[in-house]
């Protein structure tokens, strides 16, 4: 199987705090893991790639002093939202590659509300 | 021109027809292609990669795949219900780890 969790699936929050977003591949060691935003009735859009024990690789116009990601282990990667405004309110959803194949596989999303 | 291009709909298709969805791309040296599903307030699942010219049937779905015509498409057969939701197209271009997604179409099965 290929199986990846997050945690939690729904955060509510005031702005200007931060919030941290879990991704784990529960039965595989992930080469590459990749963060994604999708808003109401639009399409994925890649926030960043990140690679065990290196520095993650941010797509152009995203921030990456406000969207900070961590990727300690070959089945964890964090993405923390901080100083959280109204605006990045969306579901953020990450994904995992075995490497093999390309294939990704999607956790279940965090839905983020901010006040 | 979008990278992945797809027809946004909503296509309708009655109960047990076959759809066909479709697909472009613009990377001409593009060697990885999936299909994936997404139902409504869920994240995308995975129902189908391909990577070389022609046909590949899992189940009810066929993913086929035209190089030399930069299209891909995806058939489901004996259409349930079940099967009304987005479907998303993604396709990895050469020399690089990341999907770009099309926008999706989204397919209501008729009962």
């Known amino acids: 199987g290929a199986v990846v969790s997050q945690h939690p699936s729904r955060v509510i929050c005031k702005s200007g705090t931060s919030v941290k977003i879990e991704c784990r591949s529960l039965?595989?060691?992930?080469?590459?893991m990749f963060w994604y935003r999708q808003f109401p009735k639009q399409s994925l859009m890649l926030m960043a790639t990140?690679?065990?024990?290196?520095?993650?690789?941010?797509e152009q116009g995203v921030e990456k002093d406000k969207f900070l990601i961590n990727h300690a282990s070959l089945t964890l990667s964090t993405l923390t939202v901080t100083s959280a405004h109204p605006e990045d309110s969306s579901f953020y959803i990450c994904?995992?590659?075995?490497?093999?194949?390309?294939?990704?596989?999607f956790g279940p999303g965090t839905r983020l509300t901010v006040l | 021109q979008k990278e992945v291009e797809q027809n946004s709909g909503p296509l309708s298709v009655p109960e047990g027809a076959i759809a066909s969805l479709n697909c472009t791309y613009s990377?001409?040296?593009?060697?990885?292609f999936f299909w994936y599903r997404q139902y409504s307030g869920k994240s995308p699942e995975l129902i189908m990669s391909?990577?070389?010219?022609g046909d590949k049937e899992d189940g009810r779905f066929t993913a086929q795949l035209n190089k030399a015509s930069q299209y891909v498409s995806l058939l489901i057969r004996d259409s349930q219900p079940s099967d009304s939701a987005t479907y998303l197209c993604?396709?990895?271009?050469?020399?690089?780890?990341?999907?770009?997604f099309g926008q999706g179409t989204r397919l209501t099965i008729n009962p």
């Open positions: 990140s690679n065990e024990g290196s520095k993650a690789t941010y």
């Open positions: 994904s995992a590659s075995k490497g093999a194949d390309n294939e990704q596989f």
């Open positions: 391909i990577y070389s010219n």
């Open positions: 993604a396709v990895m271009g050469s020399g690089a780890q990341k999907l770009v």
């Open positions: 990377d001409r040296g593009s060697q990885s």
């Open positions: 039965d595989f060691q992930a080469t590459t």
